[in-house]
């Protein structure tokens, strides 16, 4: 029988669950704590992040799964709009100070979204 600290992986949804250039949060459960993430898709691609600004650590969506600029270009912190790349998460412009968002692996099998080890989240 496998063991919750045997999880490698965590189902989040499905590829076609993401229109192109939309965001989608979760909150992936540790034993002593929780962490909240975000994953955006662009094109193919999605790119996951903790939902964790690192000026002053504050969750960056400006609504419920809200968390990119009016051209959609960068991901920005509805806090004091720091703009950060949505490939790599670097910042781009604002009080982030050159300080990224963290990432978090994903994977994407048979079209649907995993995060990768969520025990080391966060
Ligand atoms: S908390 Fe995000 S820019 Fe200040």
Redesign the pocket.
Known sequence: MKKDSDVTSKFLCKLSDLENLSCKSFTVDHPQKSSRIFIIRKADDVFGYLNV??????P?EWNPDDFLDEKKEFII??????KFTIEEGTCVE???NGVGLTKVNLNITDGTIFIDNPKKVG
């Open positions: 600004c690192p000026h002053a650590l504050a960056l912190c509805s806090m004091h709009g720091a604002g009080p982030c």
